[in-house]
């Protein structure tokens, strides 16, 4: 064998995969569930009766937790089907940058530069209105296969 080292240029995440497999029968309203390769949040579901040859359906209606649009799916109920992580996580907001992207503090202490303001016009007046007052607000990040974006809004009071 030979004696030199190797080093390796990690450029991937630790393996982690962005869905979960998840029988399609057992999803219920209000879970979620991957639609043309979009993160959805079920808003209905409707299950047909099983067919002289097999399968119950089961009808998907989900609402896209990124774009807010509305999609729709139909699938053997016996089948698996995609189920994404998702995570919502508080940062506490620091600033709001000219070309729309805020500065967030993590709970280790260091800051988030990456996320741009939410493109829902109420939030974002909320978030540019209290943080204007100088109020101390944290907001709360929707984060799901790959892409996160600010969903919420809490003020914990003045600075």
Same mark, same amino acid.
């Given at each position: 064998?030979? +004696?030199?080292?190797?080093?390796? /240029?990690?450029?991937?995440?630790? #393996? ?10 057992? &999803?219920?309203? $209000?879970?979620? =569930? ?16 099983? #067919? ?9 209606? #989900?609402?896209?937790?990124?774009? %807010?649009?509305? *999609? ?20 506490? *907001?620091? +600033? ?11 709970? $280790?202490?260091?800051? !988030? ?6 493109? +829902?016009?109420? *939030?974002?007046?909320? =978030?540019?209105? #209290?943080?204007?007052?100088? !109020? @101390? *607000? ?8 790959? /892409?996160?974006? &600010?969903? %919420?809004?809490? @003020?914990?009071?003045?600075?």
């Amino acid at each position: 064998m030979s +004696d030199e080292e190797h080093h390796f /240029e990690s450029k991937a995440d630790a #393996g982690a995969s962005k869905t979960y497999p998840q029988q399609a029968g057992t &999803i219920r309203k $209000n879970g979620y =569930i991957v639609i043309k390769g979009r993160p959805c949040k079920v808003v209905e579901v409707s299950t047909s009766k099983t #067919g002289k040859h097999g399968h119950a359906k089961c009808h998907f209606v #989900g609402i896209d937790i990124f774009t %807010g649009k509305k *999609l729709e799916d139909v699938l053997p109920s016996s089948h698996n089907c995609d189920v994404p992580h998702v995570n919502r996580t508080d940062y506490q *907001l620091i +600033d709001i940058s000219e070309d729309g992207f805020v500065s967030l503090l993590t709970e $280790n202490g260091n800051t !988030k530069d990456d996320l741009r303001l939410p493109t +829902d016009d109420n *939030l974002l007046t909320q =978030i540019k209105d #209290g943080f204007a007052e100088g !109020k @101390d *607000l944290v907001v709360s990040v929707m984060s799901a296969m790959g /892409e996160e974006q &600010i969903c %919420g809004l809490k @003020d914990i009071g003045p600075k």
